[in-house]
Nanobody, 115 residues
Framework: QVQLQESGPGLVKPSLTLSLTCSVSGMSITTDGYLWNWIRQPPGKGLEWMGA???????YHNPTLKSRTSISRDTSRNQFTLQLSSVTPEDTAVYYCASIGDDKWGQGTQVTVSS
């Protein structure tokens, strides 16, 4: 019954910051042992794990994106957030939030970086 849903802008201009929110229903994001992930898939390419935040609020990052990535959470709203700064057209992708261990994924949201 757990559901995840991404929300945020579909179009972002280069050099700005992309902010996406994942809303979780059916369970608390503070449930012991859970890891809440962000994954993206550029067109024609494979999945790329971006980072995650634990049930206790500790973030993890893909080293290739760490300098531009911030992952946080709002437990009062049962949401977690991705911020990706200094975006370029190479950041164009479908972005997913997921609890991978449970194989629970959002439907994905298309983000295009273009001026």
């Amino acid at each position: 019954q757990v559901q995840l849903q991404e929300s945020g802008p579909g179009l972002v201009k280069p050099s700005l910051t992309l902010s996406l929110t994942c809303s979780v229903s059916g369970m608390s994001i503070t449930t012991d042992g859970y890891l809440w992930n962000w994954i993206r898939q550029p067109p024609g390419k494979g999945l790329e794990w971006m980072g995650a935040i634990t049930y206790s609020g500790s973030p993890y990052h893909n080293p290739t994106l760490k300098s531009r990535t911030s992952i946080s959470r709002d437990t009062s709203r049962n949401q977690f957030t991705l911020q990706l700064s200094s975006v370029t057209p190479e950041d164009t992708a479908v972005y997913y939030c997921a609890s991978i261990g449970d194989d629970k994924w959002g439907q994905g949201t298309q983000v295009t970086v273009s001026s």
